[in-house]
Nanobody, 112 residues
């Protein structure tokens, strides 16, 4: 059974950093494009960043130059390094496999 388990969220002050992880099991990972989405209260889920099996990346304009998506295919793990965090980055962050699977989400709160 496919499982995507996120971790690394929390409460952080503006300007600080967090690193999210997503461990994938029970489904293919190495050649599958993976995404990070986020959803703030009262808003639609939005695509934050994507990475192909070959390592090509894409970012939402709102996080470009601040966030970095990466993957470790040997460990079936997806990462999102988030730097220079802003209050508007506050949301639940979800890991997504293009095979159609979602993680349970991890809360990121940016506040002083």
């Amino acid at each position: 059974q496919p499982q995507l388990v996120e971790s690394g969220g929390g409460l952080v002050q503006p300007g600080r950093s967090l690193r999210l992880s997503c461990v994938v099991s029970g489904t293919a990972f190495r050649f599958v494009t993976m995404d990070w989405y986020r959803q703030a209260p009262g808003t639609q889920r939005e695509l934050v960043a994507s990475i192909s099996g070959g390592g090509n990346t894409n970012y939402a304009d709102s996080v470009k130059d601040r966030f970095t998506i990466s993957r470790d295919n040997a460990e079936n793990t997806l990462y999102l390094q988030m730097n220079s965090l802003k209050p508007e980055d506050t949301a639940v962050y979800y890991c997504h496999s293009r095979l159609g699977y979602w993680g349970q989400g991890t809360q990121v709160t940016v506040s002083s």
